[in-house]
């Protein structure tokens, strides 16, 4: 009994501080038993959100709340694949003289695996990791197809590469391993002024965000389950091989067709509690504005130097 006056008292504490700051009224629950007085009162709130154009309000719970109003906004990811591909730090580590490079983004990579979340393809229970078993069955079963010969040896150069990466990937991350390393870049042969750049750009967001990941903007059972399926963030964001252009072709043929098929994609969530009064809408995307255009500048530079010739003469 106890933990239930709580919960309702705690609900309406929040109805009173959302309907505050909205100026609607205090939705009329009299008489209702608990807990259909909370989902009256959600509904009604909802439907005079709804009518503001507000973003969508939902009874939350987590280690400090049991039951109050939250507001939800969601970070428009643009429904894009932010795969990295790693075919191009395999090239680049190549290159002796490129080896200051080399380390600098292996060092962008171990925080984006390690901090961030980013799953790589050789993790055991990987998503993209999937495709690529579920391709190499299919040539395995077709081994008279087109290009069988150097797609087969092009998988295992992909799987020993990975597998040597990602061990390094999954010692602890550094920040002050990946600062030497930038010095060390910035003191090479090698330099170049928009590769330095762009750590720098990864050095700030590691500083302010030294434990964030991509998953701390996911509420618990926020998303529902689908019977469609739904496209969780390893579907759309990870490590892949890249390479050739047959295997890419057959790769994103794949993964196209199998998401199509999804009906929800499980995206970053911001959340405005009513557990005290708010003065105004506020919902910080801050660390997913930086993460996610750093991922597109990123993955253009790698695929930079994995197809420009001149880098690797």
Partial sequence: MKNFREAEAEFFRS??????????????????????????AHAVISKALELLNAPPCYIM????????????????????????????????GDCPGLKPLYELLVFICHYLYRVSGAEFYRDKYSYIGSVYDTLEDWMLN??????YDELIAEIAGMKTFGDSLLQ?????????????????????ECYAAPAYELAMEFEKLMAD??????????PKEFYEWQ????????????????????????????????????????????LQWFDSPQKEQQFDFDYEGRLFPLL????NFLYQYDYVNEHHQ
Wanted: net charge negative; aromatic share 12%; charged share 25%.
């Fill in 296 to 299: 597109i500048e990123f993955n």
């Fill in 15 to 40: 109805v009173h501080n959302i309907c505050e700051m909205y100026g609607i009224p205090n939705p009329d629950v009299t008489g209702l038993p608990f807990p259909e007085n909370l989902h009256k």
């Fill in 142 to 147: 077709d081994n008279d197809g087109e290009c």
């Fill in 168 to 188: 390094k990937l999954k010692l602890p991350f550094s920040k002050r391993a990946f600062d030497e390393s930038a010095d060390r870049f910035r003191e090479s």
């Fill in 61 to 92: 719970q987590d280690d400090r709340h049991v039951a109050t109003l939250a507001t939800a906004k969601r970070y428009d990811t643009g429904h894009a694949l932010y795969y990295i591909p790693v075919h191009a730090l395999a090239r680049i």
């Fill in 227 to 270: 019977e469609e399926g739904a496209i969780e963030i390893g579907h759309y964001l990870g490590f892949y091989w890249s390479g050739s252009e047959s295997l890419n072709d057959q790769f994103f043929d794949y993964v196209n067709n199998e998401l199509q098929e999804c009906s929800e994609q499980v995206e970053p969530i911001a």
């Fill in 209 to 218: 965000y030294p434990k964030r990941s991509i998953y701390s903007s996911i």
